[in-house]
């Protein structure tokens, strides 16, 4: 018996020793100490044993699970100790690293130039103003002395919606808009997104224009060209040749194409200006009387001229770019440019 013992002890502090994870020695607790195990065992088979070795053997068993016990206990409370000590450090976070910096958001080049052009404007005084892009033909065309059928409809290739619908193909409808609900004095601009049946490098259908529209008691051509001037000025750097060439809208007499001196030749002659040392800009012109009475003004009383340009052709030329799909596509590694 006490060979038994002593095997039996042996054993179990050999496989105790060894088991390097807790599961394992709750497997060896239960095959020494469970209900089947060898310790009960023994206990049980006591009854066999002649009475008087009984005591002593019994003292000797309950010592041995006593031992078994706190031997288990204190490898366990090391097994764990060892464990937790693995996870810390497997787990850590170091927080020493320096914080991911978030990605700040900017501008799309588009609109840092349409603020810049807006800021132009408030600065001499005009209002901005909104109106719908989908729009009435009377106030994208009618009221822009384009009647139904006029062959000047064509030179701006419209989506219709029906027949009196459409998506407005430039900013000028706002000009009505506002002079049916405001008397002279009338000093605004309109900028927002217009629709054209147009795609290529330098056409989008969807492109974005801003037009200016002053009437007052004496509005002259002379103010119109002063304005323009300190407005190419503020956005394309002093010094810039400017020139007025005669050309035609149906809603403004006399009007004018207005070109800068090229941004990237400085007037030598470029690809960008097709060699002639010019850029156009801007079309503009005195508002064509029948527009004023269209609107019930009195035009012996007021007169006033209008411009307008398209926002795209702007930044590509103040950027040099030379395809306004880019303006469009929203690739980063474009926009992160600006
Ligand atoms: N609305 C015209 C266009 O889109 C531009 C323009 C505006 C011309 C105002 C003259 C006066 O072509």
Known sequence: MREKLRHLKDEAWRRITEADDTGELDKIRVCYLGKKGELTGLLRSMGSLPPDERPEVGKMVNELR??????LKERIVDLEARELQRRLELEAIDITLPGRQPAFGRKHPLNQVLDEIKAIFIGMGFEVVEGPEVELD??????????????TRDMQDTFFITD???LRSQTSPVQIRVMEKQRPPVRIIAPGKVYR??????HSPMFHQVEGLLVDERTTF??????????????FGEGRGIRFRPSFFPFTEPSAEIDVECIMCNGRGCRVCSHTGWLEILGAGMVDPRVLQMVGYDVDQCQGFAFGMGVERIAMLKYGIDDIRLLFENDMRFLNQF
Do not use: S, W
């Open 66 to 71: 006593g031992q078994l016990e706190g031997f």
């Open 222 to 235: 002379g103010d119109l060209k002063g304005i323009l001037r300190a407005f190419i000025e503020a956005i």
């Open 197 to 202: 049946v147009d795609f290529d490098a330098t």
């Open 164 to 166: 009196d619908i459409l």
């Open 138 to 151: 009377y106030y994208n065309f009618e009221a822009l002395n384009l009647p139904p059928d006029h062959p």
